[in-house]
């Protein structure tokens, strides 16, 4: 088999909304630019920290889409496109605030009224955007991360990556067959074996070093469907079978950046080390 090269970059700069494609995309520490440094929370009545939402209890948000100009993030409903909100990408600079994800606590900054009262309208409750500044700072979990490695607001872990092979093996099980944007990864290669990625403890892509952490364990978001907002069974079920270890089910690999810089697709993904897969395959 030839060397895998990487497919497709996407990025989800609003947490739990739709992802942007890029053919390029600048790696920084927490991620890639512009990837999950925004999210919806909804405000505590008692005044402790806003709490993060998502297309878990809301799946409405699977269907806003986002996208990027040279100084704005675009956000509509994919059913009334006309009624677009623009978020400036340099930040805000507004109001201070705490905000959680998960089981952190996080400084974020207001977006602004605007953007609060366009969510608010879109969810049916009173929300608000925020924007992670640059002196933020969320730590990886220190069992998988060295010293000093952030993240935005992802659920864990700065770069998400998955290759053709699992997504091509997932399908051939299913009655159904389901797109990759279920799983919301950042990194898609393509010329991989099943679940191969699992293996890549140190990899290059382009010029750029990654290390491959942990497998990621999968939640009901897999289960919304993105073109509809309406949850099935699917793929959770199937993963199941054949992907389940500890009462966890795990697909795709969360990755650590080693390197900065711009990586571009059809870049090859050159593996330098090794290990064995938490979930055996094959």
């Not at 990886?140 to 997504?167: E, H, N, W």
């Not at 650590?256 to 064995?276: F, I, K, N």
């Amino acid at each position: 088999m030839n060397a895998p090269l990487l497919k497709e970059i996407r990025i989800y700069p609003i947490k739990s909304l739709g992802g942007i494609v890029l053919p390029e995309a600048v790696v920084e520490p927490k991620g890639f630019r512009y990837d999950r440094r925004w999210m919806l929370v909804s405000p505590d009545p008692a005044g402790g920290p806003a709490r993060f939402l998502t297309q878990r209890a809301h799946t409405v948000m699977a269907l806003v889409e986002q996208q990027l100009t040279d100084t704005t993030l675009r956000v509509f409903h994919r059913r009334w496109p006309d009624d677009v909100l623009e978020v400036p990408l340099s930040g805000s600079g507004g109001e201070r605030l705490d905000v959680t994800v998960w089981d952190d606590t996080v400084t974020a900054e207001a977006v602004g009224a605007e953007a609060d009262a366009w969510f608010s309208r879109l969810l049916g409750f009173p929300a608000r955007l925020v924007h992670m500044p640059d002196d933020a700072r969320r730590p990886v979990d220190q069992k998988y991360a060295r010293p000093g490695d952030l993240v935005s607001f992802a659920d864990g872990y700065p770069f998400l990556a998955i290759g053709t092979g699992s997504m091509d093996e997932l399908n051939r099980r299913l009655d159904q067959p389901l797109e990759m944007t279920r799983f919301r990864p950042n990194l898609i290669m393509e010329g991989t074996r099943p679940h191969e990625e699992d293996t890549w403890y140190h990899f290059r892509i382009g010029g750029l070093d990654f290390y491959g952490v942990k497998p990621c364990a999968r939640c009901v978001l897999t289960t919304v469907d993105p073109q509809t907002g309406q949850k099935g069974k699917e793929p959770l079920r199937t993963l199941g079978t054949y992907r389940q270890l500890n009462n966890k089910i795990y697909f795709g690999q969360n990755v650590l950046p080693a390197s900065a810089g711009t990586l571009r697709v059809g870049s090859p993904v050159q593996v330098l080390e090794y290990r064995p897969a938490l979930v055996p395959f094959g």
